[in-house]
């Protein structure tokens, strides 16, 4: 079996899991492997809904002209009752969710244009309707605002193509997607405290670790702990912050646990020893 490789940063590590440990709170782990929270249809732009919608201004201040009148997308197949939301109803309450108008104000993981696309869930039934095969189909639509730190869900009636709830809330951080992982993977590769990450992959590989799509990744969400990590990790929670677990491709674990990657604030940070 291969030696643990201790350095001042990365350390491989053999097996199959790493064990959380330390006093930062770990949200939503997922290891590598399993569904994602993306994998409903990630970030993807979205279309109008049925109700036009004036658009106000831009991040920078300059006037927006009002969106187009659009129908609203094709129903496409659909389920009934409880049964899982089919891909086309994932896909048709994602473009009800993000309007032009959210486009336009919101910012995704990697600062572009559009909110960072979450998950996409069948909603519970409301208590007066039942859950029989007649009751409305309606998706919860789940993203996150980089530009304000918002985490909003939109619940969608997909039969009348209508947003029928919005609720915004800040501070609440589910776990975070794999498009936020390989982001967070992004950002650790190319800031000076990824050099132990790189020079472990090149002792595990013989290669340069350029990029995220070499790893296999997964990571949870670091919540504040007053006291008892550096200063610049106190907005943790209010800010989207993730730990990662690392892995080479057909090969060891990289311990990369004692980072942080402040995904609002794009930088990395050594946990205190």
């Not at 831009?58 to 659009?70: I, K």
């Not at 919540?223 to 892995?247: I, M, N, W, Y």
Request: overall charge negative; aromatic content about 2%.
């Amino acid at each position: 079996m291969r030696k643990i490789v201790h350095r001042h940063l990365g350390k491989v590590v053999a097996g199959a899991a790493i064990a959380v440990a330390g006093t930062a709170v770990m949200v939503g782990i997922t290891l590598p492997g399993t569904a994602g929270a993306d994998e409903t249809g990630g970030n993807r732009p979205g279309g109008q809904a049925a109700a036009a919608q004036q658009l106000g201004q831009d991040e920078q201040g300059n006037a927006v002209a009002p969106g187009v009148v659009e129908e609203a997308p094709a129903e496409g197949e659909k389920g009934t009752g409880n049964d899982p939301l089919t891909d086309d109803e994932m896909a048709r309450a994602q473009k009800i969710a993000v309007n032009q108008q959210t486009l336009a104000r919101s910012e995704n993981v990697e600062g572009e244009r559009g909110p960072q696309q979450l998950t996409v869930d069948l909603a519970e039934p409301d208590a007066d309707t039942g859950s029989g095969s007649g009751t409305p189909r309606r998706a919860d639509v789940t993203y996150y605002d980089y530009r304000n730190d918002t985490l909003v869900t939109k619940t969608v009636d997909l039969d009348t193509g209508k947003v029928v709830d919005t609720v915004a809330q800040q501070g609440v951080q589910p776990a975070p997607s794999r498009a936020e992982a390989a982001e967070a993977a992004s950002l650790l590769i190319a800031d000076p405290l990824g050099a132990g990450l790189k020079a472990d992959y090149k002792d595990a590989t013989g290669k340069e670790l350029t990029s995220p799509d070499q790893l296999r990744l997964s990571g949870g969400i670091h919540q504040s702990t007053p006291g008892a990590q550096p200063v610049a990790l106190d907005k943790c929670g209010e800010h989207r912050c993730v730990r990662l677990f690392t892995k080479v491709k057909n090969g060891p674990w990289i311990d990369t646990r004692h980072l942080v990657i402040d995904l609002s604030a794009r930088k990395v940070v050594e946990l205190d020893h």
